[in-house]
């Protein structure tokens, strides 16, 4: 029996002003601490591969590709420059001769006014100071608290040397950065060899070492799900099988034409629209085993939502790399959210150098908070008004709890 002071008090919480419930949502989705579920950051522990400051943020191959668009350089020549002229030839071209309209360029604007530099600078001499000033762990806690993140998911490559050597040292990293185990070479290319059993205990190893919240691999657009292939072999003789047995999620990035212009390097990666029943049959075939996906072609969206209302074992998340701009995060938020409810994570960062962790929060959040405020408000027109004890309930499902549910 609900007494009516209590229903007072409910009715005094529910937010029945538009103007008042929209602000409401943006000071929650503001404010709630993500864990953002992709990245390819590192800790400082491990050393080089920890990348951060100015040289790094303009050197990012979403604004090389940009630059070689605009500036009278051959791509051979570019590559032959070092980083700081890279960098400057990216801020001269990018910044100097236009405006920096694209989403990677307004990027750097906010991460330079999140730092209060100057966003019109003539050249990066301030703004290199300013970084080459910091210390790196002072800084991963400033830029983490600016960006609201409480961890990042690391792509961990066990067939990286480099990092390899790194997870042999018996690094204790940050807690903070959690490990994912990335197969695309063993996956994706005829490097790694073995028996199905010697490599399944090479990944056992390395699953004790690094101890991930998941399994990843990127695919191609033209992946197929049963397929006569190697991939499908090691997918159904290695890969699965060990995500089953250890309880670890896989999570899939479908769509990618890896070096479509080898001439722009890692800048060279093109989109292709793949098919979304591979994922459904992986899904349908694995019941026990739960799958992240994501793909990288807007043309795949909508059916990528309607798999996952047929597999409880399949989690949407983010707007992967071409799709990470506002418009299109704006519509693929409103999609999941019509057809999903709150049970979908909606964006990751994606971020190689630390910094960017602030400018692809602060723009994913607008994104996502419009269209939460949008959907709040379509059910107030309906008959039903939210509190906000609700809107930071389902914000925290969206920015951590869908997540943690997964790796748990
Ligand atoms: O978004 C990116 O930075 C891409 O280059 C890829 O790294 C992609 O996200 C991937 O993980 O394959
Ligand atoms: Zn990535």
Redesign the pocket.
């Known amino acids: 029996m609900v007494t009516s002071t209590e229903s007072r008090t409910k009715f005094a919480d529910l937010l029945t002003h538009p103007e008042e419930l929209r602000a409401r949502v943006e000071i929650v989705v503001n404010s709630m601490p993500v864990m953002d579920v992709?990245t390819?950051l590192f800790p400082s522990e491990f050393n080089e591969l920890c990348l951060y400051g100015i040289d790094e943020l303009l050197t990012y191959?979403?604004l090389t590709a940009e630059t070689l668009r605009s500036a009278r350089i051959s791509h051979d020549r570019f590559w032959q420059l070092s980083k700081t002229a890279q960098a400057d030839l990216v801020w001269q071209t990018l910044f100097v001769e236009n405006s920096p309209a694209s989403e990677a360029a307004r990027g750097i604007i906010s991460v330079l006014d999140a730092f209060g530099l100057d966003t019109r600078a003539e050249n990066l001499g301030e703004a290199r100071e300013f970084f080459n000033s910091r210390r790196v762990d002072e800084h991963i806690d400033r830029v983490f608290d600016i960006a609201r993140v409480s961890g990042v998911v690391m792509?961990n490559d066990p067939f990286d040397d480099t990092e390899a050597e790194i997870w042999k040292s018996d690094v204790s990293a940050d807690p903070r950065f959690k490990s994912a185990m990335r197969l695309?070479r063993l996956l994706n290319g005829n490097s790694i060899t073995g028996t199905t059993a010697s490599l399944r205990q090479t990944l056992d190893g390395w699953i004790a070492r690094m101890n991930p919240v998941y399994m990843g691999v990127?695919l191609p657009a033209d992946f197929k799900f049963p397929a006569e292939d190697t991939r499908d072999r090691l997918l159904r003789e290695v890969v699965l099988p060990a995500a089953r047995e250890h309880g670890l999620a896989m999570t899939l990035?479908v769509g990618?034409r890896r070096r479509v212009n080898p001439k722009l390097r890692?800048a060279g990666?093109g989109v292709g629209k793949a098919d979304v029943t591979a994922v459904e049959r992986m899904c349908a075939d694995y019941p026990d085993v739960h799958f992240l996906a994501t793909f990288l072609s807007r043309e795949n969206q909508h059916e990528l939502c309607v798999t996952a209302r047929k597999f409880n074992n399949l989690m949407p998340f983010g707007c992967?790399?071409f799709l990470n701009n506002p418009s299109i995060v704006s519509e693929i938020t409103r999609e999941r959210l019509e057809l999903l409810g709150t049970s979908f994570i909606p964006q990751h960062s994606?971020a190689?150098v630390l910094e960017q962790l602030i400018y692809k929060w602060k723009h994913a959040r607008k994104e996502i908070a419009n269209a939460l405020a949008d959907s709040y408000e379509r059910l107030l027109s309906s008959g039903r008004a939210v509190t906000a004890e609700e809107i930071t309930r389902d914000v925290n499902r969206l920015f951590a709890g869908n997540f943690a549910e997964l790796v748990s």
């Open positions: 992709h390819h191959h979403y792509t695309d990127s990035m990618v890692e990666d992967w790399w994606d190689r």
